[in-house]
T-cell receptor, first 115, second 115 residues
């Protein structure tokens, strides 16, 4: 079975631009979470979606938004990019519900560089 | 607030030697604890998890971890390290949100293996 896939792999943007990152969960998984990993740090939680509804939001500004589609894939959107948004963006999926006991499977990430 | 501390930023171990990576957590209720490994340019792979029961948990690749409630610790161990174990290791706690779950990660420990 295919794992979590993310696109694009790498992305370079300039300050003020908008970016959309995409994630396809493992087949059958209904929950998708997004994390930001700045170089040298652990991942930081941004959003969790389950059955197309937002189930949690981390401490990120409103420039960050996300949605989940009927096929359970997800998009993360970031507006008005700042240099500090440069990071590896990780998507994770889990197969049942949103409880902490549900293992989250991570994709390889999208490396965003903001110049 | 929930948090995870990994006191060691970088550890170097000789191949064949034993390994212990430290993790301390702060969480009000019974913690859901995880160890993940991240190889360069890769996403996160789950090594093991603890929810309840036996405080010594076995994981993949020969890793184990011991939950000690009195010390708020969940240290990762391996009796004999292989060169392929060189990677970044993250400890995480599952944090219950209003309707979902977020993983809270430590800053990670970089493991180097010397021959």
């Amino acid at each position: 079975d295919a794992g979590v896939t993310q696109s694009p792999t790498h992305l370079i943007k300039t300050r003020g631009q908008h970016v959309t990152l995409r994630c396809s969960p493992i087949s059958g998984h209904k929950s998708v979470s997004w994390y930001q990993q700045v170089l040298g740090q652990g991942p930081q939680f941004i959003f969790q979606y389950y059955e197309k509804e937002e189930r949690g939001r981390g401490n990120f500004p409103d420039r960050f938004s996300a949605r989940q589609f009927p096929n359970y894939s997800s998009e993360l959107n970031v507006n008005a990019l700042l240099l500090g948004d440069s990071a590896l963006y990780l998507c994770a999926s889990s197969n049942s519900g949103t409880g902490p006991y549900n293992e989250q499977f991570f994709g390889p990430g999208t490396r965003l560089t903001v110049l | 607030a929930q948090s995870v501390t990994q006191p060691d930023i970088h550890i170097t171990v000789s191949e064949g030697a034993s390994l212990e990576l430290r993790c301390n957590y702060s969480y009000g209720a019974t913690p859901y604890l995880f160890w993940y490994v991240q190889s360069p340019g890769q996403g996160l792979q789950l090594l093991l998890k603890y929810f309840s029961g036996d405080t010594l948990v076995q994981g993949i690749k020969g890793f184990e971890a011991e939950f000690k409630r009195s010390q708020s610790s969940f240290n990762l161990r391996k009796p004999s390290v292989h060169w392929s174990d060189a990677a970044e290791y993250f400890c995480a706690v599952g944090s219950l949100l209003q309707a979902g779950t977020a993983l809270i990660f430590g800053k990670g420990t970089t493991l180097s293996v010397s021959s």
